[in-house]
Structures are given as C-alpha cells and as structure tokens.
C-alpha cells in the first residue's frame, strides 16, 4: 500500500535519474536541471518532474552524488533561536527569498553558544550552502572576530560565503557579506520622541556592556539625550538581556526600591517593553498616564499593547541576505556591505510630561 | 591575521583528524568520538578537541567521508513556519533535546506546501538524522496520507524515522512515531467553560475544513455545546486561517454584517483571538465587559493582551518528539504514540453572562 516504487524493485535498489525521466516524459538532463535548482524551468514540467520523484521514492543525495558538486542549491541561516520574534521574521525572510530564487532553506540554531555555532557551521558546510548567513546579538569581542574571520575564509575556500546580518562588518581582511541596520539612529529617533514630549529622566532598559545590539541602542540613547542638551545620569541604565521576563524583573526591582525617579522609560526590545509593562501595571501604574514607555522592534506583541516603537525591517534583512549572497556568488568582486533603515512608530504609549 | 592553520598549509590542504588529535592532546578515536556525536565525552576532552577543531578549520564532512557512516549525529524539524509562535516553540523544544542528546538540530520550513515539503525532506535526509519530525496541522486528505506513508518507509529504510508532531497518526502500515496533543479536550474545556459562565451564542473563529487542528477543535466546541445540551448554530461558525489578521477580518466583517449575534467567541488560537479583540475594541465594545473572549494556546501575545486561553505544552511537543525518537532507534519495534493534555489558563477575557 505504501511505496509503489520501491515495492517494484524490493524496497532496497535506488531510483536512477533515468527511471524519474521516463516517468515524467521528460530528458535527463531536464531531471537533473530540475533537481540541481538551476532555474528556471516550465513550473508544469518541474511539477511532472517532482511528482516522478515522488513516486519513485528517488533520493536527490543520490542522484547528487552521482553527477558530482551538482548537489541542490541551498542558503543556511544560523540563529540564537527560533523562539524570538526578531530571529524568526528575519529566518523567515531567509526562507522567502531563498525559495523565490529556488533554493532550499536550513535553519540551525546556536543557543548563543560559540561552540554550538562552530558545530552547526561545520555541519551545514556538508549540504554545500551558497551562503551561511550568520545572525544577531554577540559579544563582539576578539575571540569573536578571529573566529567569524576563520568562517569567512572557510566559506570562502569552498566556494560560498559567510553573511553576517545584524552583525558589525570584521573589517577589510575577511571576506564576509554584511547587511547591517540601524541601531543607533533607532534608538535616537525613540529616545527623541521621549525628550520632545518634555521628558528628560528616561530608563534605559536592557544595557549589556560588549554586546554589539544593546551597545548600539544605548549609543543612540546617549546621542539623543546629549543632543537635547539632557545630562546623561548612567543610574538610569538598567542591565538585562532581551527576554520578555527580564523587563518584568528590571522594571519590578526598580520600583520596589523605591518610589519611580524616571517619567518614562525606553525598553532595549519590544519584548522588554512588555515585560515592564506588566511590571508598571502591577504597581497600579498607567501607561502613559505614569510612565511613558517606547521599545524597538515593531513584532508582536507591540500593536497588542499600543506600544510606541521603532520599526526595523526584519524579513528585508532577511532577503536582502540572500539577495547580496546571491549576487555576489555570481559576480564576485568585494562582498557588498549594506545598512537598512529603521523609523518610529507612533502609538498610544507616549504622552507629554505633565508639570 | 586570518585563519592560522590554513595558511600555514597554504589555504587548500585539508587538516586531518591526525592533527586535530596532537593539537588537542588526545587520540584519534576520541576525536572521532567526539565529532561524531557518540557521547559522552568528558566536557574538558571535549572542549579541548572542539577548540583544536576550529584552530585547525578542521571539516567534520571530511572527517565523517573519511570514517565512513561516522557523521555527526542530528535530528531534523520541518514546520511550516518559524514565525507562528506554536511552530516556534515546539522546534525550540526539539532544538533543546537534541542538544541535551548531543545531537545537532537542522530546521527546514514547508510553507505548508507539499512540494517544498517533499524536497526538504530529501534534503535533510542527505545528513542522515535519526530522525525527521513533521510538525503540525495540514489537509489530512488521501494524498497526504499516501506522502506521509512514503516518507515513513523511506526513512525506516535508511535506518531513520518519521516523526508526526500535533498530527494523526497514518494507521498500522506506516512506521511513524506520532505525538499529539489534545485538541479536541481543549477545545471542550474551553468551550465548556464560556457555556458555564452562561454564554450560550458563542463564535467560533477559526474553521478550516478537512485540516487537522481546526477540524480537531471544532469538534471539542461542538462536543461541549451537545454536552451543555446547547443548540448547534452553524452560523457560528466563521471560516478563516490562523492568522492574527485572519481573526481581525472574521470578527469586523462579522460586526460589520450587523448587531453581534454573540455574547461570546472561542478564537481557534491566540494569534486569531488577538486579531479579533482588536477588531472588537475599535468597534467600541470591551472585553470581557461586552464579548467574552477565549483563546488556544497560551502563547505570546495571550499574557499581554489578559487572554483565557488552552494552555498547550509547545516545547514538551518537542522534546517528546525526540526522545520517542531516539528510544525507538535504540530499542525498535513498533514506533510509539502518545498524547499530550492541554488544560485552560484563566485570565480576564472572560465574563458571566449578564442577562
């Protein structure tokens, strides 16, 4: 009942790629191009072609194998994990735009593990990828930068190349695509709207010393406050990372000690923003009637909670990952480096300082 | 600057197990051990060889060609996509086992198309995990059944397995390990708990004939109106996918249509049930003041938005998914099925019905 295919031949014998061409009434070669993701092809002959696969239960690695480096075109993205909205849009626009261009997608994730992110490399390089695009939040320390460098060369020798997305560039001697956004101007734009509504003691929330996302955003924060001439007070910046849990802890411990210094607070991530939120509520404290609050991001669950925010474009960093890799893996050349832009969203969570 | 041990040997020789053994001061067989995933190795040996590795840009593909069949052990999730919350959690699940097993975790995203889905599954098999979980809710018809059948058996045969996460099992033929949860309880429980504050007009929103999980939800609602001895109204019933916007559009064109005909509305999950409380808001009726609303799955944005809803466990889906897995491969025999309980999270969205 199960396979018909395999049935035939015993269950053991592998489908050749001539048995898919017959049954598909199709050349080999045809076969082959479909399978390899050299497109294009008439999407009912690739559908003829995949149902024939199917059928035969035949096995691409195999077929793969056969015809030597042919193998099929894929993109590989690393993550922190899946579980965070940002990670997720941007894999997401990985996945879009690689199936647009006809290749296939693997996601792997790193826990924020140097090892595991050293292990899921290697194990990614095997499938033959054009590019592992890299993502998001490290310590950027040197360790780090000796070993992204080793990944570009790496990549490099083999014919693909590394992608840091979210990630600063390692400078002219590493061969790596960079698609960066803008952290800083983010959070400057959102520190601004707070001081332009009259208020000058603002929380930072989510300070970590190293690490090249948060650095960024309270860059943005102290330009913001030394543009409006609004002396910059560091007991106002809160160390936290950037879990929902984590803003309900950096709010919740910064109001029991004591009645609220601050008349708004800007939240490192929108996931922080919600966390600080349930915190102020909790404390009988109305947003924004209290407590102005702003975040960074524009992912659920922002319009939820009618939270002011910046908006980054996470699926566009995505596919322009791909876009770049792909371009460059075609024409070579010095690896493209490109910054995109990030802009405020107004909602219902700002309100003007009441003297 | 770059890479050490790659210049050393001009950039193009490859580094053999031999050198990664002196470098970190042990033998070739731990090494190999190692890599290959056959734990345990004491957490110092292996941070001493992992280190050795990535000084040395040692590939573990060569490694593993070398030693034949020796690749490093994995385990692969395709879902339809990263961004739903749900699917998210439940690879973040599978990713944290696998971990805890040693095993690395490659995740692949269907799009819910089938084609995509059948090219990733040989994709991924090319890696040679123990295991390929399918992850969540599809068009249950015959051709799905047939696909699953020959995903199954073509596994099995290369000492691998298919795994069937939050979907029905395929019968007695078809070697698949299946772990469910409870869809149909929840829904009941959920249901039952809105007719028991008195609602008896109650929306569903969300129905999807012939997929797996609405259909499995509709039925618990069904179940609990008969139970309640409650007329069933068709007309309750609203079509629409699991999308946050989805639930935005049922709910305003149902309010758009007329007076609401409801007291009450179980979204299908919270994504619908978030979309809908929007919709309710911006028509000026309050939660749970003017419509009691109740959600599925407990995941974000349902605390920020004060949502009852069916709490699912999304990262237990996961973890179970692997560790029947990895039992089924050292034990054999016939693949195990289980199901997962899903019970109710009280919050404010739910109120008596004032008559």
């Known amino acids: 009942m199960a396979r018909k295919a395999s049935d035939n031949n015993g269950g053991k014998r592998q489908t050749t790629i001539r048995e898919v061409a017959e049954r598909a009434g199709v050349s080999v070669a045809t076969v082959s191009r ?63 735009q690689a199936a647009e261009d006809g290749r296939l997608c693997q996601i792997g994730t790193s826990g924020g593990d140097a090892e595991r992110e050293l292990a899921m490399v290697q194990f990614m390089r095997e499938q033959h990828p054009e590019a592992v695009i890299l993502v998001g939040n490290v310590n950027a320390d040197d360790e780090y930068k000796a070993r992204m460098s080793r990944y570009a060369h790496a990549l490099a020798s083999v014919g693909s190349r590394l992608v840091l997305c979210g990630r600063p560039p390692l400078g002219p001697d590493a061969p790596a695509v960079v698609v960066e956004y803008d952290n800083t101007g983010g959070a400057f734009a959102a520190t601004s709207h707070l001081l332009s509504n009259g208020h000058k003691r603002i929380l930072f929330l989510g300070r970590r010393p190293g690490y090249t996302t948060p650095d960024a955003r309270i860059a943005g924060y102290r330009n913001a406050l030394a543009a409006h001439g609004v002396p910059h007070d560091p007991s106002l910046e809160v160390d936290g990372t950037f879990e929902r849990y984590e803003g309900y802890r950096m709010m919740r411990s910064r109001l029991a000690a004591g009645p609220p210094d601050f008349t708004a607070a800007f939240a490192a991530n929108d ?25 960074f991001d524009d992912l659920p669950p922002a319009a939820d909670i009618d939270l002011t925010t910046v908006y980054q474009p996470h699926e566009e960093l995505g596919r322009t990952s791909v876009r770049l890799a792909l371009e460059h893996a075609r024409n070579g050349g010095p690896p493209p480096h490109t910054t995109l832009g990030a802009h405020l969203v107004i909602r219902g969570s700002v309100a003007p300082l009441v003297k």
């Not at 294009?40 to 195999?62: F, I």
């Not at 404390?283 to 702003?294: F, K």
């Open 271 to 295: 996931q922080i923003a919600a966390g600080a939120r349930q915190a102020l509520v909790e404390h009988g404290l109305s947003i924004p009637g209290d407590v102005s609050l702003i975040g």
């Open 34 to 96: 479909i399978l390899s993701g050299t497109y294009p092809a008439a999407p009912a002959t690739r559908s003829k072609v995949m149902r024939a696969v199917e059928e035969l239960d035949y096995v691409a690695n195999h077929h793969a194998r056969a015809l030597q480096g042919t193998t099929r075109k894929s993109i590989a993205i690393i993550v922190n994990s899946v579980i965070s909205p940002h990670y997720a849009h941007v894999a997401q626009g990985v996945q879009t």
